[in-house]
Every structure is written in structure tokens, then in C-alpha cells.
């Protein structure tokens, strides 16, 4: 699975750069492929682009194994998947596991891309540009603030307790919001930012006031036993903020492998080597219990709501 070694030619006592052009790559392709690392010489051994070099050229080029994974919903433009808890939205590394890419290239080639991420653990709608152009358009609208995005959390223990801001549409930030007109719900607007590093992979985030703003509201749906159903709405876009911020409220999502625990279990989640009695001893659920619900848009003069039909 992922990344394997493909011969594309030979060098001939030229800089390496030379030697790709030469054998038909552009100029910014062949310069792109040398910085990341892809162009390695017969031994292995990572070429840079201005070596003068004599021999094999190889490179690096993924290798699909999709697993029939299809679209729920999909346009000449863009396609919608509703990724399984547990799969990377993106290759992750030279020797990567399955990841959502071996659908989507093997459906829609080289040129689709993934809209938005995905943790990999969080399951839900996943929006895939088909195109270069398509995919600018619509990173475009996630940059600014123009898809809402829904989701389920199954938390810990009653959030009622947590004493959470009921919603009110004064701020300015949210006047730019005409959906939330009729929002009833409760609001979580805390800054962010890096925090410590977690395990070899992942990257905590922290509370911090001289952070960028995030905001999250939130809608009761459920009281379960020492749980509650919410759904979440992220009206910013920040690494693991529906995570962050309900653990900030001391209302950790089920399942999360970062908050909540002593890094020596962190290390052991994210390593694969905590049993899964275990981690459910420790943290309430197999999986984080994170679902993306719903994305609604306008795209090219259409409007859509997409949902899963699944929660967790």
C-alpha cells in the first residue's frame, strides 16, 4: 500500500531538475517532486534538484487499493463520501495505510482532492473536489465561512452541568451569519492554539486567550445514561475545536484518544498498542464518537444539503 518506487528514466551527468524536464515533466512539477523528497537514484538514496547526477531515476508514485468505497452523493464537480471512523482522509507517510485517496484517485484520478479533513478517527461527510478549479472553489468556501458544517458528539456525563452561554446573535461575528437568526442552542467561544506535542502523530491543541477565535454552538438532542447526544456546529474552522472545546467545559467527547489522558496513553492509542477493553475502560468508547452530520452549501448558483444517514 501507498507510496512505490516507479522507474521513470536516466540521468546522464545532468542536474537532476534537467534530467526531469528532459523526460517530459514541467519545469515547477519537476522542481515540486525533487522538494518533497520523490525522486530517489537507483540505491534508494533521495536525489536533490540541482545534483549532478549519472543512472536510474526513480520516483515515488502512489499505488491505489480501493476497497469499493462509493459516493453518497456526487455532481459533475464534486463528490460527497461518508468516511468510516478509523481511515486518514490523506495518505499519511511513505508506507501509508488505506486512506480515502485510494478511493477517491481510483474514482476521479489525480486531480481530485479532499475539500476539508476529516481526524481520522471522526466519521462523516467528506466533500471531494473532481477538479483543480472545482477544488479551489469550494476550499474557498470553507476559508470563508460559507459551508455549515453539523455534527453529532456523544459526550461525557450531563452537559446541562457545563453552565454553558445561551446563544445570542449580538455579536458582531455573528450578524454575518444569517442561518443563525433563529439558532436555539448554547454557544462555546474560546481562542486556540498549538499546544503540547501528543505522541509521535498527532498535535494538541490548547485554550488561549491570545489565540484565534473559535466558536462552536451547540444543541441538546439527548440525555443518555452518564452521556449526552449534542450536535455541534463549528463556525470556525480549527484543529480538533469541537474536541477542545467541549473537553474545556469538562465534557470530554467518548472515545477521544488526545484529551482527557495521561500522555503514556495517548502514546499507546495512537501506537495501536492499548486493547480495546482497555481504551473503552479509559475513555468511554472504542472510537471517538465524533460524526459528521451535515454539510449545506451553494455551489455554482445551486443550493445543497447533504446528510449522513448513519450517526456513529
Known amino acids: 500500500m501507498g507510496y512505490e518506487l516507479v522507474k521513470i528514466g536516466f540521468a546522464k551527468n545532468e542536474r537532476v531538475f534537467s534530467a526531469l524536464k528532459r523526460l517530459g515533466f514541467s519545469m515547477k512539477k519537476a522542481q515540486n517532486l525533487c522538494d518533497k523528497g520523490r525522486i530517489l537514484g537507483s540505491s534508494a538514496r533521495t536525489l536533490a534538484k540541482n545534483e549532478l547526477f549519472s543512472g536510474e531515476l526513480f520516483m515515488t508514485h502512489y499505488v491505489c487499493y480501493p476497497k469499493g468505497l462509493e459516493p453518497v452523493f456526487e455532481t459533475d464537480d464534486f463528490a460527497v463520501f461518508d468516511k468510516p471512523s478509523g481511515i486518514c482522509s490523506h495518505p499519511n507517510g511513505r508506507n501509508s495505510p488505506y486512506n480515502m485517496y485510494d478511493e477517491i484517485w481510483h474514482l476521479y484520478g489525480r486531480e481530485a482532492c479532499v475539500a476539508h479533513r476529516l481526524d481520522a478517527e471522526t466519521s462523516g ?6 477538479t483543480k478549479n472545482s477544488a479551489k472553489e469550494l476550499k474557498a468556501l470553507f476559508e470563508e465561512r460559507k459551508v455549515l458544517k453539523s455534527y453529532l458528539a456523544l459526550v461525557r456525563g450531563d452537559l446541562r452541568s457545563a453552565g454553558l452561554r445561551q446563544f445570542c446573535a449580538d455579536d458582531e461575528f455573528f450578524g454575518k451569519l444569517e442561518f443563525l437568526s433563529d ?32 466558536v462552536t454552538l451547540l444543541r441538546i438532542l439527548e440525555f443518555l445514561e452518564n452521556s449526552t447526544l449534542v ?15 467541549l473537553h474545556s467545559v469538562g465534557h470530554t467527547i467518548l472515545g477521544d484518544p488526545l484529551y482527557n489522558l495521561e500522555k503514556s496513553d495517548i502514546e499507546r492509542i495512537l501506537d495501536n498498542k492499548m486493547r480495546e477493553p482497555e481504551r473503552v475502560a479509559k475513555t468511554g468508547a472504542k472510537r471517538l464518537m465524533l460524526h459528521a452530520k451535515g454539510l449545506v452549501f451553494d455551489f455554482k448558483g445551486q443550493h445543497y444539503e447533504i446528510f449522513s444517514a448513519k450517526e456513529f
Open 125 to 130: 461527510l467528506l466533500l471531494v473536489a473532481k
Open 183 to 214: 439558532f436555539k442552542g448554547f454557544v462555546i467561544d474560546k481562542s486556540m492554539s498549538l499546544g503540547e506535542l501528543a505522541g509521535h502523530t498527532r498535535q494538541k491543541m490548547q485554550i488561549n486567550p491570545k489565540g484565534k477565535r473559535a
Open 231 to 245: 450536535e455541534c456546529y463549528p463556525l470556525t474552522g480549527r484543529q480538533h475545536q469541537i474536541r477542545l472545546h
